[in-house]
Each structure stands twice: as C-alpha cells, then as structure tokens.
C-alpha cells in the first residue's frame, strides 16, 4: 500500500541531503497499480522520493512505490550524500576524527578528496566490494557561512561554534527549514572552552572576566593595572567572522556591555593567534581551550577569592563560565540512513573517547566523589551568615555525604527558564544513559542551587522548582527507560554552595545550577 506524507514545506528548493539527481520527470506507481504520482524527482534519500507534483511536494515511501522515467535514482548502488558546511576546526579535525572511527566500525574504507582551498569529500566505500556508499562534501569555513549555506540550500548540515542566532533562525523559518532554535534541530558533538592565554614568562597568572572584558575593550590597556609591568597590552582573537569570536562576543563582551577595540589583532587560524602570544611577553589572546600550545592559560577569579581554571571536568559540569560547545544544526528534512547512522554513533561512547583522543572535551559522564571537593566545600563553609545558617550547610553535607557528583549538570539562559544549549544536550545523554541502563538499582539527586541574590529560603524554594524542572525534562526524554528500576528525588539548597562570585552575572549563572548526585 502507498505510504506518503504531504510536504509541509512547499517553499522548500533545498538540495536533499541524498543522492543528487538532476530535476526530471519520475513516474511512482503503486505495487498494485492502483496509485500513480507524476512529477519532478526533487531528491531521494535512499528510502524516501521527494517529488514536486500538481499537487505541491509529496515524501512518498520507496517500499511502496516502483519508479520509472528519467529521473530514477539507482536502487542497487545507491549512494548517501550529505554537504556540511561551517567552523573549520570541526571540518578539519573533529569531523574527519568521527567519520573514520564510524568507518571503521561498520566495515567501511575511507578516502579523502580534495576539491578546492576550503572545500574536500570523505568518500566510505565498502570493505568487501569497494563500491562507494555515502559522500560526505565539507566546506571548511566559519559559523556565518555555515548558516549562509545551510539557508542557500547549499549545505545539509551546519557546523559551528556557537548557537544560532535569532535573525538566523528567523531566515530558517521563512525559508521553511523548521524552528531552528528548536532542540530537535541542533546538537552538542563535543564541548570546548574560551582560554585567556598570555605568554609563558608573563608575571599575570589570574585576571576576573570583567577585567577581560575591559582589557579586549581598551578599557584596560597597561598591565600595571592588573598587577603586572609598567608596559601596553596588546590583544589577539580570532577572525571576526568566526564563530569562536562571536561566542568570545556573545559570552564575555555583550554581558560585560563593552564592544572589542579597532586594535585587536585578528588571525585567521589559531596557530598564528598562539604564536603571536607566545613571542610577545606583553600580549593576551583568547583561545580554545583544546589548543593552548606552551601559552599560559589565566586562571578566571573574582572579588569574593573564589577562582575557576578551565579544565575538562570543569567544562564539563559547566562550572567554567567560559564553555564553547560544538554545534551541528539541521533543518527539518530527513537525511538519509547512512547519515542518520553516523549521527547516532556520534552520541555514543565510543564516539566521545574519539573527541577526547581529537584533543576536545567529551559528554560522558563521570562520577566525583565528595571528599575530591574540597574547594567547592570550603565555599560553602565561606558563605555561612545570618541568612544562611551553619545548620543549613550541615544538613546539606550530611544529604551528599557517601554520594557522588556527576559531571552532567544543567544550567540556565540569562534571565530564562530556559535550559542553556549544552544543558538540553545534557537533557539527552542523561536520559539515554538511563534507558541503557548505567543506573539501574541507584538512586539519582536532583540538586538545586541558586545564586546569593535575595532571601535564602527564596532561593532554595526557586532552586528546587528548577531542580523538579530538570528532573522532569530528563524522565521525559527517557521514553523507552523502565523508572521501575532506579529511583529519583529532587531536592534543593539553594545558595549554600556557591562556585562563583555573586558580584558578577557570570557568577550568578554559574552558581543558579542543577547538579545530579548518585547513591
């Protein structure tokens, strides 16, 4: 029986992520011959025609249907086909990374091609046959072009280093991609960080993010006015088109309500940025934190004395106020199987120990133990006052005490209920760890914290709505999970331990958090 779907996207003349056929008449007849669709081919995706009828663009079922006429793809030989444009980092090395290991495990060659300066193929033929099964095609570029392509109907996924951004997602929508801000759009791959480097014989070892801000704004301009030596500051980013500077921007520069001076120094490639750190004992640049080379990474403090370096697990639980996930956003289409496969391994463990081998930071969860806490516990000792008493951090030392802390953690959007992006990732693999089972027989604490910004019981009380939230959003997602196994409970103690600086914005969203403990 013919099985088909009426395309809601009419306005849609993207090219399908599948194999490319040029624009010809098709005829789809019904195994029983009593249905027949007439049209253009606009793609095929292995599994699925799209085709553009009398009756507007129709996805029809290919198990349902024989195809006749010009246009017909080849059934036998079919070939994935997939275009991924965006930040060149994750074109040239994270991407590659995966593809290979995913070739590897599923019985696949791979081939590299290189078709121009910014743009190459990933050819995965099979072992046995060498007959080629998918084309991945890259555009290594920056995260505005990714986007560009992706609403030119030039690329099938976009890869970038920071989230889409609302006029974008506005053009998305317009041009009939879906909601692209929408969780089901997007995806976290890997995790990285924004790390202040200066050169290693610098006498600077700590800076606050306000004093960051000012110095990329010019507000700062002497290193005597951070400790250091009667002597200029010279500034160093990335291209101004990357989307590590714009999430450098988004993060640290509009939250401070500064603008970058004329005078940064800008470089097209991160190496050149490190090497121009390194050779100038007076220079300050802001990098990832997967590639730092021999600079000296500053440790982020604030007024209170509480301090934050980055670090894998301090990116990964999001208690770095700097973080720099890695995005892939995809509009509402399907890609075909091949595809959808390599995105899948990409959530799995084997894929996060290919991130961190690749030098980037992974998403599986690990455990910390209380008595590996030290400084987080002696923060909470620190904030002890009349609004909060030692009785409360006593009763919240005696709930966590024998459990272990997680790395997965969830944090909120600047004046939102709204999860931030690496948190709805976290939402994701939390609940497929639960549904496999890594849990079973344990008991998971839904922790709520807040910022110090008001009355202590307040905050707790908001602190336990968010951690009854989050609780929620992961049970949800958790739809093949048998709950009947472990057990939850959601509890809160607000301000009682803080990790940042409540002076600060950046401090009161770090220290506004859900943290998940196990028994």
Known sequence: MLRFCAAVCAALSFCLSAEIVSAQDVTLKSHDGAVEIVGTLLGFDGEFYRVDTIYGELTVDGSGVTCDGPGCPNLIKFV????????????????PALLEAFALRNGFTVTRKDIAATRFEYHLSQLETGDLRARFRFHASNADEGFADLLADEADIAMSLREIRPQEAALGYEAGLGDMSDTNRSRVLALDGMAPVVAANNPISSISLVQLAEVFAGEISNWNELGGPDAPISTHLAAATSGFAQAIEDQLMLRANVAFQPEVARHDRNSDLLNAVQRDPFAIGITSFSDTSSTKV?????????SLEASRRTIKTEDYPLNAPMFLYFPA?????LVRDFLAYTRGPSAQVVIRRAGFVDQISEEIAINSQGDRLANAI???????????TQEMMATLLGKARLTTSFRFQTGSSRLDAQSRSNVQQLARAIEGGRYDTRKLYFVGFSDGDGPAKINRNIALKRAETVRDAVLTAAETANLERLSFDAIAFGEAMPMACDDTSWGRQVNRRVEIWVD
């Open 382 to 392: 620190s904030v002890v006052g009349e609004d909060l008493t030692f009785e409360d």
């Open 298 to 306: 500053l440790t982020l403090t604030g007024s209170c004395g509480f």
């Open 333 to 337: 289409r399907r890609l075909p199987k």
């Open 80 to 95: 994935a086909d997939v275009a991924i444009s965006g930040s060149e980092s994750m074109a040239e090395v994270l991407m």
